[in-house]
Structure formats: structure tokens, C-alpha cells
């Protein structure tokens, strides 16, 4: 099953994380506005507040709230809450800009792994990917969608017809 979701989803350009946005985002540097901030070193913790932005290239997240958890001065995961919160990335090539939101978006640095949560909506282009929550493994091409235990729901989606392809005249009776 999982098997099958990641060609369909991968057939639909729908794979979208921070490690398949442009191979150059990882080299720039990232802007932060927000209103207010707190940084804890102690804790590990930096707390933006209030119309946050971060950007780096061309990946670009928003929320009301980013938590950004460090150990030893490197980053471990990135916490976007909002109403919704928001990301976006160009990916390499000719493919077009992804788009994402859910109310909660974790991204899990060190193993290059995000959580798209409650409310999880994913667009490239036209087609749209929708879940309770989205989970991306960018590391080993693993995307876990759906209903949990705790989280009822089903995975909708919706892929467009690709460019170049004819529609089939219908079957004559």
C-alpha cells in the first residue's frame, strides 16, 4: 500500500518536503521576521512569536508561532503552528512551486522527515493531496498518510491529467 502511494504520489509530483525543494536552498541563508522573540541557549529553544517568517532560497513557512529546537548550536526540529501554517518550495527542474498547510507543520532536520498535521493539504500545480496528517521521509521516499488510531480520516486526492496526454475516445457500444 505504502508502495503504491509513493508512485501515485510521486506520478503526481506530489512528494514535496525541504529536501526536494531546489538542491541550493540548504546553502542559503535563512531570514526570520516575527514580532517577538525568545531564545532559552539553556533549553535549546528559540520561540518567534506573531506573524513569523522564515525563508531560505526558495522554501518559505509562516505561522503565528516557529519553535526552533537546537542542540550544540544545530538545529534538531523546526515547530510552525498557525491557523493555518504555511509552506512553499520550488523544486528543482521544470516541475511547479509546492504548496503546503495544515495547523501544525514539524520538520525533523537530522532525518530529513516533516509532518504536515491536522488539516494536512498538499498542491503542486492543480493536483491537491489532503490527510488529518501527512508524513514525509525525504531520506528513504516514504510518505505515510491517513487515519491512526487517534486521528480518524481518509486521504483524498486529486490528480490532474498530465500535459501531452490525449483523452481516449469512448468505447463504442
Known amino acids: 500500500m505504502h508502495r503504491m502511494l509513493i508512485n501515485l504520489l510521486a506520478l503526481a509530483g506530489l512528494l514535496p518536503t525541504v529536501a526536494w525543494g531546489l538542491t541550493t536552498?540548504?546553502?542559503?541563508p535563512i531570514y526570520l521576521e516575527a514580532d517577538r522573540v525568545k531564545v532559552d541557549d539553556n533549553a535549546?529553544?528559540?520561540?518567534?512569536?506573531?506573524?513569523?517568517?522564515?525563508?531560505?532560497?526558495?522554501?518559505?513557512?509562516?505561522?503565528d508561532t516557529v519553535v526552533v529546537h537546537?542542540?550544540?548550536?544545530?538545529?534538531?526540529?523546526i515547530v510552525v503552528m498557525g491557523k493555518p501554517a504555511r509552506f512553499r518550495q520550488?523544486?528543482?527542474?521544470?516541475?511547479?512551486?509546492?504548496?503546503?498547510?495544515?495547523?501544525?507543520?514539524?520538520?525533523?532536520a537530522p532525518e530529513e522527515r516533516l509532518k504536515v498535521l491536522d488539516g494536512a493539504r498538499l498542491w503542486?500545480?492543480?493536483?491537491?493531496?489532503k490527510s488529518e496528517r501527512i508524513e514525509m521521509d525525504t531520506a528513504r521516499d516514504v510518505?505515510?498518510?491517513?487515519?491512526?488510531?487517534?486521528?480518524p480520516g481518509r486521504i483524498h486526492m486529486?490528480?490532474?491529467?498530465?500535459?501531452?496526454?490525449?483523452?481516449?475516445?469512448?468505447?463504442?457500444?
Not at 124 to 129: P, R, V
Request: aromatic share 6%; no cysteine; charged share 30%.
Open 143 to 151: 510518505v505515510t498518510a491517513g487515519a491512526t488510531d487517534k486521528e
Open 25 to 28: 536552498d540548504k546553502d542559503q
Open 124 to 129: 503542486q500545480g492543480k493536483d491537491e493531496f
Open 90 to 108: 520550488q523544486p528543482d527542474g521544470d516541475k511547479q512551486l509546492v504548496r503546503g498547510e495544515g495547523k501544525r507543520l514539524e520538520y525533523f
Open 44 to 63: 535549546g529553544l528559540a520561540t518567534y512569536r506573531g506573524h513569523v517568517k522564515l525563508t531560505q532560497g526558495s522554501l518559505q513557512l509562516w505561522g
Open 70 to 77: 537546537s542542540t550544540d548550536g544545530e538545529t534538531e526540529k
Open 158 to 173: 486529486t490528480i490532474q491529467p498530465r500535459h501531452g496526454n490525449k483523452p481516449r475516445a469512448p468505447a463504442s457500444p
